[in-house]
């Protein structure tokens, strides 16, 4: 190598048209009167630091009222018109990692009341900020829903309102456990947050057929307690019963509740949150109820189709619904939110957007009784029964693409109605339109020939040409049936009455329209298999066939009730 003049640029790179450091500096320049974003490390109370992106509009209307929402799913995600529609409209939007998640500090430990108190320091510590006028309000939905009414819960002297979207929080009536029914599903949302990062490495599908459950865990490897503490804990115990805040609604704070009739995650816990606020909050007359024909997701991000089926005016817009509502309590606007009808629900049976004074109230029982000729009647009728045998290596269930989320079940029942090991009763065609509005009951008189099985009943709408579209749901594990919060082994052969909760429903059944139940002992994937044993479903390995036998007549009076509008 010797010594001279290159001759030109190193690596005969050509000259750019601007000096890369000019680019730098371009870059690094703030413009402080318009809108900005910029990462935040927000303290806890114990020390612990959460990170959060805060989004700031315009300097010209700062100071300016603020939005958080706490998620587990990467506070730099999510769809950007979510933050931009209201920092356009002049809110500052705070997005922060919950704990252990992300880049904050601490254990990621799911569904904890430390959840809450960080919810209370996030809001106090964003109103102290001299970017934020005092006035918080708070959002989410799923996850983002629980972090929102954990917040509420704690009653922050700055937060101002509320709009959480399915909201979790009705812990084992709801998830993990369904009154003792695994929500496997929960496999795939384990895979995604097992650590820190939204993680998308994991073939996650070829989980689902792995027995035991428990075993599932050692191909996840979480991070934190959450995933032994799901497996150790399948009961309402002490542990789920203290996450709860059943009977202690006292939050003052103006809620706009939203969910969808179609949520097979979270409506139980959405309505059970709306129910208990308006038991026991002060701002009971400023809490509202907007139900959709929505699936999970649909609820924050609305559409007029569900799995083929149409529902006109089933698409709204959502976030100026959202705008408007926190125009009226973090701004004072008299907007018109006051006289908004409290109640608003979409019928999927008339496909109409309806309005009632209340949620509860304004109905009677109607029970349809089980019949020896697979009908459902308004008697007993004979005494006789119906068995069938659950498998668990070959489980009913609706068809879910465990390739694409979300996960999303179809409502037409003909598949599974088809399997064996289903049974079902039907109604004779109904004389007049039936609106059914609140939570539901299948009462089963029934007996199985182990120790433990699983109850899965959905109600339907049967059409005129014979189509069965699933209105409500619910399931109860055998062992379960007598005290969510100690399972007890059940007698082999003998007769018990199971209570199962439907989840709730506002459906109008059409004249000429037949009303069904449809049982089986198991719904997969959605739901992990029962293998007929007493003991935990994460550890039970060895499948048996169940026989199974539901009774109805006089004395076994086997029934669906619902509470259908006078």
């Not at 680019?23 to 703030?30: G, H, K």
């Not at 990462?39 to 992106?53: K, N, S, Y």
């Not at 490495?201 to 979480?222: N, Y």
Request: hydrophobic fraction near 40%; proline fraction near 8%.
């Amino acid at each position: 190598m010797t010594y001279g003049t290159l001759g030109r640029a190193p690596f005969g790179a050509p000259t750019p048209d601007r000096p890369p450091r000019d680019v730098f500096d371009a870059y690094r320049q703030v413009d402080p009167t318009a809108p900005r974003s910029f990462e935040a490390g927000i303290p806890m109370r114990d020390g612990v630091e959460l990170a959060a992106t805060v989004h700031l509009p315009a300097a010209a209307v700062l100071p300016a009222p603020a939005i958080v929402r706490g998620t587990p799913y990467d506070k730099s995600a999510g769809m950007p018109q979510d933050v931009s529609r209201k920092v356009d409209a002049g809110y500052v939007h705070v997005r922060y990692d919950v704990r252990g998640r992300g880049k904050s500090e601490g254990l990621w430990h799911p569904f904890t009341l430390t959840e809450a108190q960080d919810g209370h320091d996030v809001v106090e510590w964003v109103a102290a900020q001299d970017w934020c006028g005092g006035a918080v309000g708070a959002e989410g939905l799923s996850y983002d829903g629980w972090t929102t009414m954990a917040t509420v819960s704690q009653n922050p002297p700055h937060l101002r309102a509320a709009t959480p979207f399915s909201a979790a929080g009705r812990w084992q009536q709801e998830i993990p456990y369904t009154y003792g029914c695994f929500q496997l599903f929960f496999v795939w949302w384990w895979a995604a947050v097992r650590r820190r990062i939204m993680d998308s490495s994991l073939d996650v599908p070829a989980l689902f057929d792995l027995l035991p459950v428990q075993a599932m865990g050692d191909v996840l490897d979480t991070a934190g307690p959450g995933w032994a503490e799901w497996m150790e804990h399948d009961a309402l115990d002490d542990v789920w019963r203290g996450r709860r805040f059943d009977g202690a609604y006292t939050f003052d704070v103006p809620t706009l509740h939203v969910t969808g009739w179609h949520d097979r995650e979270d409506i139980q816990a959405a309505f059970h949150h709306y129910e208990q606020m308006m038991a026991h909050s002060p701002a009971r007359d400023r809490q509202w109820l907007l139900v959709g024909p929505w699936s999970h997701v649909s609820s924050y991000y609305p559409t007029s189709t569900y799995k083929g089926i149409e529902y006109p005016g089933g698409t709204v817009d959502m976030a100026g619904i959202q705008l408007r509502f926190f125009d009226r309590f973090l701004r004072g606007e008299d907007n018109g939110v006051d006289d908004e009808p409290r109640v608003q629900l979409y019928d999927p049976g008339a496909k109409s957007w309806q309005v009632r004074p209340a949620w509860a109230g304004g109905t009677r029982e109607l029970s349809l009784y089980l019949g020896d000729d697979a009908t459902l009647g308004e008697a007993p009728g004979t005494a006789g029964s119906h068995s069938y045998d659950y498998d668990p290596l070959a489980p009913n269930g609706l068809s879910v693409d465990l390739e694409n989320l979300p996960l999303e079940p179809d409502l037409d029942l003909a598949e599974l109605e088809a399997q064996p090991g289903v049974v079902s009763w039907t109604s004779a065609p109904l004389d007049g339109a039936v609106t059914i509005r609140g939570w539901g009951e299948a009462e089963l008189w029934a007996s199985t020939d182990g120790e433990d099985t699983e109850w899965h009943v959905k109600l339907a709408d049967v059409d005129d040409e014979g189509r069965a579209l699933c209105v409500a749901w619910g399931c109860l594990r055998a062992s379960h049936g007598k005290d969510l919060s100690a399972p007890a082994a059940v007698t082999p052969g003998a007769v018990e009455r199971y209570s199962i909760e439907l989840t709730p429903m506002f459906h109008t059944i059409r004249p000429g329209h037949r009303i069904r139940l449809v049982l089986a002992s198991s719904e997969f994937p959605w739901f992990a298999r029962n293998l007929n044993t007493f003991e935990p479903i994460a550890t039970q390995a060895e499948p048996r066939v169940a026989h199974n036998s539901v009774f109805h007549g006089d004395a076994r009076p086997s029934r669906i009730r619902l509470e259908i509008e006078s």
